[in-house]
């Protein structure tokens, strides 16, 4: 069965986080680390994919920190998986070892389907403001 690492895990929550400020305002690295309790180093890795891929923009400077580079709404959480992910498909054809079968060929097809449709289907916006409407508490230090 097919795991979405702690990697992508982490990007879908970043970007939430991100989702809330918009493409207005950066947000500061460490700001981001403290709030998802994550190392600033682990949190570069992930960012810095996020950046190559043009998901996200940073600044360096006193009002420097990553922002979203479109709307939330525009995001998938397929196209942020797959960033870290790679091919979300349930079977990687190139790594040799995938048997093949005409009676399960059929259904393997159909279930990479549906699994990259749904993923594809759930906006970066929508998960937002899920998060949004049960938190109903801001952070205190």
């Not at 680390?33 to 006193?62: C, D, M, T, W």
């Not at 993923?119 to 998960?127: C, E, F, G, M, Y």
Request: net charge neutral; aromatic share 10%.
């Amino acid at each position: 069965m097919y795991k979405i690492s702690t990697r992508g895990q982490y990007a879908l929550l970043i970007m939430e986080d991100l989702a809330e400020n918009g493409t207005e305002n950066f947000v500061p690295l460490r700001l981001l680390s403290h709030r998802r309790n994550l190392s600033v180093k682990y949190l570069e890795q992930i960012l810095s994919k996020l950046v190559g891929a043009g998901l996200v923009e940073g600044s360096r400077g006193i009002n420097g920190g990553y922002r979203l580079t479109r709307s939330s709404q525009t995001y998938t959480v397929g196209e942020i998986l797959r960033v870290m992910e790679g091919d979300l498909s349930p079977r990687n054809e190139n790594e040799g070892n995938t048997i093949k079968s005409p009676g399960t060929e059929d259904f393997w097809t159909k279930f990479g389907n549906t699994v990259n449709g749904f993923v594809d289907s759930v906006t970066l916006k929508s998960i937002a403001e899920k998060t949004q409407a049960f938190s109903g508490y801001e952070y205190c230090i």
